[in-house]
């Protein structure tokens, strides 16, 4: 049969080949143990850390989906990249993008500071310099990140690859913005892949989990040694959700992708935007590469709010469709403060530095019906053109009914008590 499309191979993981009662769909191994055939003579399956039928459909799934020939269900997406780690020692030089996910950042500095792990050395990829920079640096693996989070940053994937061949160092990409639907970077180079299988491979919200896909027998077999070892494998139910999920990747993907682009045309127009970020503008720096190493521009935007961060709160009230809430790539659309959420243990020099605005607003694109999407941008707009004006003519008049300073506090949350997603 001829190579299938990531659609089908989605839709059809492990239909109709359950040998005990021929049922369509595949059932849900719940077992930690299995029954030896006889006395030494173990069965293909011993024990659930190690293996388990419902896993390993998954796991082959999504290998197949990303072009590889291995793929490691863990628990989490975290755990996923603490297993690419595991081929790292002290002497080796890990590099890592600036602008990385903040759960990511905090695992590299805090294993390579705290815990001695690895040398790391952070490159800003989107700065002309960083292959001389990493050279110099002779890594023993580079770990990328495209589109990045919140600005969605395009790193080109072949030129890293290529410098990376050369230098005999293994790269990483975590390729959870974009899922194997719109970007497949083992076919552009890359030795593994790792997802929050959280985001959109999962696309419902409601697991939490990680894979880990390799380009060769070799890697995966060390890998996958690592992940019963360290015993941070996924969970069973954990990946009957998620291939449950995974059947619709294609379709959901589309239908966010495509109310996305009509949403960043929207937010392009509005006087209360100031710049809107999403590589599918022929402005945004990485719009060519982007095109060039993927199958479409994904269904995150971000966008600078053109008012007083004081007025904030007043937006995200107003939005009826738009969850204020962490995390991505789910069927509901949701919105992010990435200052105050998603990025807030990075100081304001930091969040300065990374292009982090204190107005910079993030979405993740639903499947809700875009008509609906912009109706409910626009009554948030309205709201804050309105309370702008109050406030404006509060301060003319001298008064004090500027936006409620008590509010404001309440909604910077405490960035030592908020965690990465
Ligand atoms: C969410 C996320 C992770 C971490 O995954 P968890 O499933 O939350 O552990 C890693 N990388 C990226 C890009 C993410 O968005």
Request: proline share 5%; hydrophobic share 45%.
């Amino acid at each position: 049969m001829s190579k299938r499309h990531v659609a089908t191979i989605a839709a059809r993981a492990g239909i109709a080949q359950d040998t005990a009662f021929s049922a369509v769909t595949p059932p849900l191994y719940l077992t930690s143990t299995y029954e030896l055939t006889a006395f030494k003579q173990p069965g293909q399956y011993d024990y659930s850390r190690s293996n388990n039928p419902t896993r390993d459909l998954l796991g082959e799934t999504l290998a197949e989906l990303e072009g590889g020939v291995k793929a490691i269900v863990t628990s989490t997406g975290m755990s996923a990249c603490l297993l690419a780690l595991q081929l790292l020692t002290p002497d080796d030089t890990l590099v890592i993008p600036h602008d990385c996910y903040g759960g990511s950042y905090r695992l590299f500095t805090n294993l390579a500071q705290r815990k001695n792990a690895f040398k790391l050395l952070v490159v800003n990829f989107q700065q002309a310099g960083w292959a001389e920079q990493i050279s110099k640096a002779a890594p023993k693996m580079i770990w990328l990140e495209t589109p990045s989070n919140p600005l969605l940053q395009i790193t080109d994937v072949r030129a890293v690859c290529q410098l990376a061949k050369k230098l005999q160092a293994l790269v990483v990409v975590d390729n959870t913005f974009l899922s194997p639907v719109l970007q497949q970077p083992l076919a552009l180079g890359a030795d593994i892949v790792v997802h929050s299988t959280t985001k959109y491979i999962n696309g419902h919200s409601d697991i939490v989990g990680g894979v880990l896909v390799c380009n060769s027998v070799q890697l995966g077999d060390e890998l996958k040694w690592w992940a019963n070892c360290l015993g941070i494998t996924g969970a069973p139910f954990d990946s009957y959700m998620t291939l449950r999920g995974l059947r619709t990747l294609e379709p959901r993907i589309r239908l966010q992708q495509d109310n996305a682009a009509r949403v960043v045309d929207f937010l392009a127009k509005q006087p209360l935007v100031a710049k809107v970020y999403y590589p599918g503008l022929p402005q945004h720096p990485g719009h060519a590469i982007a095109k060039a190493q993927q199958s479409g521009f994904g269904a995150m935007c971000s966008f600078d709010l053109a008012a007083d961060a004081a007025l904030l709160p007043v937006f995200f009230s107003a939005l009826r469709l738009f969850t204020l809430a962490q995390s991505l790539g789910g069927i509901e659309s949701l919105i992010c403060h990435p200052g105050t959420m998603t990025h807030a243990s990075m100081d304001a020099k930091a969040q300065q530095t990374a292009g982090i605005g204190p107005t910079l607003i993030r979405l993740s694109v639903g499947i809700e019906n875009s008509d609906d999407l912009l109706a409910d941008l626009l009554q948030a707009f309205n709201a804050v053109a309105q309370a702008s004006r109050q406030a404006d003519k509060a301060a003319n008049i001298g008064t004090a009914v500027k936006p409620d300073h008590e509010q404001q506090q309440q909604f910077r949350l405490n960035p030592a008590l908020s965690a990465f997603w």
